[in-house]
């Protein structure tokens, strides 16, 4: 099985930058990509951002392209997302997943199989 941890979440004021990072441990074999989710408060989860290990393709939801930026470290198990000119719509539990399903897009929580706790992202405004 595939733990996840996640640390960096916070309160920032709009247009602050914050650096989350989820660390994966145990059978990270089975991961062919890790993503990051968000849920506000009364409102459905949605996608962030992903990458994928075969080649380091990333992918962004449209509303946080050119903002936000996903990274690993494969050294450490770890996938970062570094978030800059945050805004108060981006206020949400941030979760990271472990993508072990094959056969769906890494747009949709489907692909995921292992999830963190959440972080708490707060911008002020």
């Known amino acids: 099985q595939v733990q996840l941890v996640e640390s960096g979440g916070g309160l920032v004021q709009a247009g602050g930058s914050l650096r989350l990072s989820c660390a994966a441990s145990?059978?990270?074999?089975?991961?062919?990509?890790m993503g990051w989710f968000r849920q506000a408060p009364g409102k459905e989860r949605e996608f962030v951002a992903a990458?994928?290990?075969?080649?380091?393709?990333?992918y962004y939801a449209d509303s946080v392209k050119g903002r936000f930026t996903i990274s690993r470290d494969n050294a450490k198990s770890t996938v970062y997302l570094q978030m800059n000119s945050l805004k108060s719509d981006d206020t949400a539990v941030y979760s990271c997943?472990?993508?072990?399903?094959?056969?769906?897009?890494?747009?949709?929580?489907?692909?995921?199989?292992?999830w963190g706790q959440g972080t708490q992202i707060t911008v002020s405004s």
């Open positions: 145990g059978r990270t074999f089975n991961m062919y990509a």
């Open positions: 997943a472990a993508a072990i399903y094959h056969g769906y897009t890494l747009f949709t929580p489907e692909a995921y199989g292992v």
């Open positions: 990458i994928r290990w075969s080649d380091d393709n990333t």
